[in-house]
């Protein structure tokens, strides 16, 4: 087909047939209480271009390499987010942080977790030349606030981010 008769368009119709595990997502999607057909559409082109999006755009040629990196970034969010969604609703363990899918961390783990936060304190003091059992300074009183003199941020305001459209 030669370029100049291309639509504008692209249409794509699917069937599927129960009992196949599509025709029982496409249902889901089309008919339930939670949000309207259209909106289940929606959700399926959104789940399907959060994987396909960066490819379809790497391939069709018209963005930078710096753009569909940029694309594929924001589709790996929507796919760890999507992630996270199933670990914590089915009490998965998460293959990405390797933590279970509820966002508490065990008492043990917070405990090997903060021991070996201050283990690698303790060595870093020690590489200072410091002894470890001299007293620490004490903290700093929060009640009181924070100075600031405003360069804490730096030149903000002379930087424009240009952010492609994307998933």
Do not use: W
């Amino acid at each position: 087909m030669a370029e100049d008769s291309k639509s504008d368009r692209v249409k794509f119709v699917y069937n599927a047939q129960f009992p196949s595990s599509t025709a029982v997502v496409l249902d889901y999607l089309i008919n339930n209480d939670v949000f309207t057909s259209r909106q289940g559409r929606q959700r399926a082109m959104d789940a399907i271009a959060a994987f396909y999006r960066p490819l379809a755009e790497e391939e069709r040629g018209e963005m930078s390499e710096e753009q569909v990196q940029a694309v594929a970034g924001v589709c790996v969010e929507q796919l760890v987010k999507q992630i996270d969604t199933l670990c914590d609703r089915y009490q998965l363990p998460n293959p990405i942080t390797g933590r279970p899918g509820s966002a508490a961390i065990s008492g043990d783990r917070l405990e090997n977790i903060l021991e070996s936060g201050f283990q690698t304190i303790a060595d870093a003091i020690r590489g200072s030349g410091l002894s470890v059992d001299s007293p620490l300074p004490s903290p700093p009183d929060l009640e009181q606030g924070v100075v600031m003199d405003g360069s804490e941020l730096g030149d903000i305001d002379d930087y424009e981010i240009d952010v492609p459209d994307i998933c």
